[in-house]
């Protein structure tokens, strides 16, 4: 079995706590940093909540690295109020995590992926579940990356199915379009998990309970986070009947990628006016061989039994 090396690049809220969790779960795959970046939270609040999640579930050995703190065309970034409100405001649904006496890594987090993409080559998966900033920048810095990174599988985008921040576009393609543009362009190994596949994976507060119910730490914080973004997603997308796992699908998939169908097709990312951050394909490479795949379906079982039976094992180790 080959043990894949895994940085992940989180803008961490509560998905992306999720998926951080699941991370560390994986028989094939070797968590060796955690990238932050902005979205659900500014930067600085990223990379605290991913040093504080490490600690509580007792792997305080992954280093956390600071990221982009703004699209590559701003110069600021403010959260959004609908952000602030569907993972609250300090990213983890207002639930007060343990303090950590840890700080990120003086390497920076463009300098850690272009490290790691020449030390590890073809064993390396990045998996970005915010906005694609981060890998934009280190491409740029070292265009010659994009051929040396085994995989990037990324959480954003929408083929088939609607955006959820407009018609046209997903929230994490919408925070930087030109750098997602830069990254599906740039040559890469691509896996696109988008909401054609996120939103048919949906957690119930059956599942949180039984976290409550393992009696640990980190079971009752995770439990009580899940259940904030569970209420949310009642008020905003009550069809679902729970909350998408959004992120853990990007990591499960990059563990496993025969949980999903896909379709081979260049992406590109609209920047016009009318369809601004929509992921679609490019009209111009449709006859080209290409190393991206879409998701567009997924064993919603499969994934969603085994993330439940790695997530309670972990939880429950992490009271031991």
Not at 180 to 192: P, Q
Request: aromatic share 6%; net charge negative; hydrophobic share 40%.
């Amino acid at each position: 079995m080959t043990k894949y090396k895994v940085i992940l690049d989180l803008d961490t809220g509560i998905d992306d706590a999720m998926a951080l969790a699941y991370s560390l779960t994986l028989p094939n795959c070797d968590l060796i940093g955690v990238l932050s970046s902005y979205g659900n939270v500014v930067s600085d609040l990223s990379a605290n909540n991913s040093l504080k999640l490490l600690d509580l579930l007792h792997h305080p050995e992954v280093p956390v690295y600071k990221g982009a703190e703004h699209a590559l065309n701003q110069p600021n970034f403010t959260v959004l109020p609908v952000s602030a409100h569907i993972h609250g405001t300090n990213g983890v649904g207002e639930v007060t995590l343990p303090e950590t006496d840890r700080t990120v890594a003086a390497t920076s987090a463009v300098d850690f992926i272009i490290a790691a993409a020449h030390q590890y080559q073809d064993r390396l998966i990045v998996i970005p579940t915010g906005p694609l900033t981060n890998l934009a920048q280190a491409f740029q810095k070292d265009p010659q990356i994009s051929h040396l990174i085994g995989k990037v599988v990324f959480m954003g985008g929408a083929l088939t199915v609607p955006g959820n921040v407009s018609p046209a576009a997903e929230a994490n393609i919408a925070q930087d379009p030109e750098a997602a543009n830069i990254v599906l362009r740039g040559g890469f190994n691509i896996t696109m998990v988008g909401l054609d596949v996120t939103l048919r994976t949906v957690l119930t507060k059956k599942e949180t309970a039984h976290w409550r119910s393992l009696g640990t730490t980190a079971g009752q914080l995770y439990a009580d986070i899940v259940d904030y973004y569970i209420d949310v997603y009642g008020e905003t997308s009550p069809h679902l009947h729970g909350c998408a796992l959004h992120d853990p699908l990007a990591v499960g998939i990059a563990a496993d990628p025969s949980l999903a169908q896909t379709i081979a097709l260049d992406m590109k990312v609209d920047l016009t006016d009318a369809f601004r951050g929509r992921t679609i394909g490019n009209e111009e490479r449709l006859k080209e061989p290409t190393t991206t795949a879409v998701c567009v379906n997924v064993d919603v079982d499969r994934f969603t039994t085994t993330f439940m039976a790695h997530m309670n094992e972990l939880l429950q180790e992490s009271g031991e």
